[in-house]
């Protein structure tokens, strides 16, 4: 396909949730930062995604997709009744947005999400697009059910034209097998960068844990070290984020783990935060504690463009930019005491 560039390349986003998780803020900057491009942005369901990527100056409908379909936890996904009916709403979905990305008639269909990836890559196929899936998730038996994992690696190495991970790891989680003509790039989270670095500051008073409440993002494993590091003291932690998909009782245990541990009233649960910058400027330390091999997290490189400093998880995407003692601290995954020794070591 010739692209024209005098008038801008014009590009088709395509998500399956309004709500503003790590993939959908990074494709804000990318809008937000990319003047020559006319971005349209076809979200699955309405939320606060919709104002905020208006306000980052791109088109935006709603094209809805059934909530059996588009809320489906990863977990939930394999045979049955209700598994089946959520295929049909999204067969029939494809069809909608082929339908719609041809009478938008954009050079390329950017996908945001995994699900978007999935029916985005085949409506953009059957629509005769080119299409750049932008995958944050890790196509592995760690993060999938084992069942889906053979399907979804095949759905990435055939249907797009192009193939974007956060990390050098998440792109081979993807498999091997792919069709010629492929293209594959890394391209970690976008962060801005803030107009002055923080200084390092002499004591540690505060530490801080940023990104969605979520088992896997490992909060729990932070409040265990920050128990043992800092057993008593002026010592605080800060807790920022909120369950988003389905996570509401792992939020109400974090709360009942730090009551448990003895630590409730140093420990302030502040919901979620569109400041991060912000919150950056407030904490001594920031923790990244994902028990799993995280695909990129971008609060730590957040914290890194900060000068904040940052200790985080020894898997997945953050060990790829962080070398311990010199721009950063790494701790074994889902291990409070490791991460208790980091927390020391940095105070």
Same mark, same amino acid.
């Given at each position: ?7 801008? =390349?014009? $590009? ?5 949730? %309004?709500? =503003? ?6 494709? *804000? ?9 006319? &971005?349209?942005? #076809? ?14 100056? %791109? ?6 997709? &059934? ?8 977990? /939930? ?36 999400? *995994? ?7 085949? &409506? !953009? ?36 034209? +192009?193939? $974007? ?8 989680? %993807?498999? @091997? ?15 801005? #960068? ?10 540690? @008073? ?22 043992? +590091? ?12 909120? +369950? ?11 709360? !009942? ?22 919150? *950056? /400027? ?9 028990? =799993? ?6 609060? $730590? #490189? ?17 060990? /790829? ?25 940095? +105070?």
């Amino acid at each position: 396909m010739q692209l024209n560039y005098d008038r801008g =390349l014009r $590009v088709v986003y395509l998500g399956h949730t %309004a709500r =503003l998780s790590g993939a959908e803020i990074g494709t *804000l900057r990318l809008i937000e930062a990319a003047e020559r491009v006319q &971005a349209m942005v #076809l979200l699955a369901e309405d939320g606060p995604l919709v104002g905020a990527m208006r306000d980052a100056g %791109a088109t935006v409908e709603v094209v809805p997709l &059934a909530e059996r379909a588009r809320g489906a936890h990863r977990a /939930e996904v394999g045979p049955g009744l209700s598994q089946a009916a959520a295929a049909v709403d999204v067969v029939s979905y494809v069809n909608v947005l082929r339908r719609r990305i041809r009478e938008l008639r954009p050079d390329v269909v950017h996908t945001i999400s *995994l699900k978007a990836a999935i029916y985005g890559s085949a &409506a !953009a196929r059957l629509a005769g697009t080119p299409c750049v899936c932008h995958v944050q998730d890790r196509v592995a038996p760690d993060y999938l059910p084992k069942r889906v994992v053979g399907p979804v690696r095949l759905i990435l190495g055939t249907l797009p034209s +192009a193939l $974007v991970m956060p990390s050098k790891s998440t792109l081979q989680a %993807a498999g @091997r097998h792919r069709r010629r003509g492929l293209r594959t790039a890394v391209i970690p989270m976008p962060v801005t #960068l803030p107009a002055e670095v923080h200084a390092v500051r002499d004591e540690v @008073r505060l530490i801080g844990i940023i990104g969605r409440l979520a088992p896997w993002k490992g909060q729990h494993v932070c409040l265990g070290a920050f128990a043992q +590091a800092f057993p008593e003291g002026r010592v605080r932690a800060r807790v920022i984020g909120a +369950a988003l998909f389905g996570e509401d009782d792992y939020a109400r245990d974090l709360h !009942a783990r730090a009551e448990r541990l003895g630590i409730s009233e140093r420990v302030d649960f502040v919901g979620f935060s569109n400041d991060v910058p912000g919150e *950056l /400027e407030r904490i001594d330390v920031i923790v990244h504690a994902s028990v =799993l091999a995280d695909p990129m997290p971008g609060v $730590v #490189l957040e914290g890194i463009a900060a000068g904040v400093p940052v200790i985080c998880a020894d898997a997945g995407g953050a060990g /790829e930019h962080i070398e311990d003692g010199r721009n950063g601290l790494l701790h074994t995954p889902g291990d409070p005491s490791s991460l208790a020794t980091a927390l020391r070591r940095a +105070a």
